[in-house]
T-cell receptor, first 115, second 110 residues
Framework: EAQVTQNPRYLITVTGKKLTVTCSQN?????MSWYRQDPGLGLRQIYY???????DKGDVPEGYKVSRKEKRNFPLILESPSPNQTSLYFC??????????????FGEGSRLTVL | QKEVEQNSGPLSVPEGAIASLNCTYS??????FFWYRQYSGKSPELIMS????GDKEDGRFTAQLNKASQYVSLLIRDSQPSDSATYLC??????????FGSGTKLNVKP
């Protein structure tokens, strides 16, 4: 089954404690991205990656890091989480050059609370 | 000006009615347009895509695109309570520019 898998799905942590949210896709997609979703603000892009070792900032990259060492994985790292990073996070993937170019496949989401 | 504008709603319609969701966008380079449905706390799922001016129908859903007016809409016929969700409009330009509207919340009342 084609899917994007995120872990953990739910996490409560404290300010300053480093955490990583993993994302893995099994569709061999070149493009992967991270979004955060907050009430009234919609989906905002954090980082994206066009391929292995190629990453770039989205609209709200402050406080986040990413890496793309393998095509299937795109972890999101919060080095020193703060309460304003409490949000619902989505990983998504897509494949350029297909008839439906631009369609995003989303993971199930990770709800993060930083106390 | 936001890249994508949607009425946040909620839009309330009775069961069986037509729900009309609207979206305007600012990027004239947008090539394709996607509508995602998102249930509360869940991930967005694609329900329609449209690339050319005009109408595209898929079951109870019809997407309409007018690039000159920078306007895209989604019609849901015979609305069902299960259609109650937030609908996100997403124009696509290239992989460096992915935009989403804030979404329109639809309530279908039995």
């Amino acid at each position: 089954e084609a899917q994007v898998t995120q872990n953990p799905r739910y996490l409560i942590t404290v300010t300053g404690k480093k955490l990583t949210v993993t994302c893995s896709q099994n569709m061999n997609h070149e493009y992967m991205s991270w979004y955060r979703q907050d009430p009234g603000l919609g989906l905002r892009q954090i980082y994206y990656s066009m391929n292995v070792e190629v990453t770039d900032k989205g609209d709200v990259p402050e406080g986040y890091k990413v890496s793309r060492k393998e095509k299937r994985n795109f972890p999101l790292i919060l080095e020193s989480p703060s309460p304003n990073q409490t949000s619902l996070y989505f990983c998504a993937s897509s494949e350029p050059g297909t008839p439906n170019t631009g369609e995003l496949f989303f993971g199930e989401g990770s709800r993060l609370t930083v106390l | 000006q936001k890249e994508v504008e949607q009425n946040s709603g909620p839009l309330s319609v009775p069961e069986g009615a037509i729900a009309s969701l609207n979206c305007t966008y600012s990027d004239r380079g947008s090539q394709s347009f996607f509508w995602y449905r998102q249930y509360s706390g869940k991930s967005p799922e694609l329900i329609m895509s449209i690339y050319s001016n005009g109408d595209k129908e898929d079951g109870r859903f019809t997407a309409q695109l007018n690039k000159a007016s920078q306007y895209v809409s989604l019609l849901i016929r015979d609305s069902q309570p299960s259609d109650s969700a937030t609908y996100l409009c997403a124009p696509y330009h290239n992989f460096n520019k992915f935009y989403f509207g804030s979404g329109t919340k639809l309530n279908v009342k039995p």
